[in-house]
């Protein structure tokens, strides 16, 4: 499994950017989908502490933070668009996460990217990183829990990271409106096609505007909390 007995048991980590505190991922293999997978729990992380949370990534009036964070320590294996989620079948379905990637885990450390929920009826996160990672960059990801909790939704439970490296599409190439274009481009819709295009420098209508599917990764990505704080989740 895993999930080792040291992060079910024992006790509380006070920083969870301390060395001993972090999970290395580093040398997980991907799948032949290109995927690192790691499955863990944040029981005994702290409820404060640990890494700021990137402005603009929590929608809410209670000044909501990203608590109970465990930090997974990647090192990128090629230059590429970095994306770690925790949607999964084996992440507690009631786990309202909270994803971000970091330069550093410490003091002025900068956000590469970081999401919330990937939708109103999905308590889960997606993050990417806004623009390419250099190779052999050490990246710091942290999964942590949207505080103060929204009712029916657990500050604590398991889940499954899912990484995954993506290369830019280059201009010129096939893609589709999930894809990721190279700097500066986006995926323009082919004729008569909603769902493959072309990266293009051009200002032409993108697959964004023609299917409302995302063609560029997001800084930040959360949904919009009523005020109460109290109401059910959606």
């Not at 949370?53 to 933070?65: I, R, S, Y």
């Not at 079948?89 to 590469?112: H, P, R």
């Not at 505007?209 to 959606?234: G, H």
Request: proline share 8%; aromatic share 2%.
């Amino acid at each position: 499994t895993d999930r080792p007995a040291p992060r079910d048991t024992g006790p509380v980590i006070t920083n969870p950017c301390a060395t001993d505190a972090q999970v290395d991922i580093t040398s997980r293999m991907p799948d032949m989908m290109g995927v690192v997978s790691y499955q863990g729990n944040n029981n005994r992380a702290p409820e404060t502490g640990g890494l700021p949370t990137p402005m603009g990534c929590l929608a809410g009036m209670n000044m909501p933070q990203a608590g109970h964070q465990v930090v997974h320590r990647y090192r990128m294996r090629q230059t590429a668009v970095l994306e770690a989620t925790t949607v999964s079948d084996n992440t507690t379905e009631t786990f309202d996460t909270v994803v971000f990637i970091s330069n550093s885990c410490g003091m002025g450390n900068m956000s590469l990217g970081c999401n919330d929920d990937v939708s109103q009826q999905v308590l889960q996160s997606r993050a990417r990183s806004a623009a390419p990672i250099p190779m052999g960059t050490e990246v710091f990801i942290v999964v942590g829990t949207y505080l103060p909790s929204v009712k029916g939704a657990d500050a604590q439970g398991d889940y499954e990271l899912l990484i995954r490296e993506i290369t830019p599409t280059p201009v010129g190439q096939p893609c589709t409106g999930a894809s990721v274009c190279a700097d500066g481009s986006a995926c323009i819709a082919n004729a008569g096609s909603t769902t493959m295009g072309t990266p293009s420098m051009t200002n032409s209508v993108s697959l964004t505007e023609v299917t409302n599917i995302s063609t560029r990764p997001p800084a930040s990505s959360s949904r919009l909390r009523r005020a109460s704080e109290t109401d059910e989740p959606t």
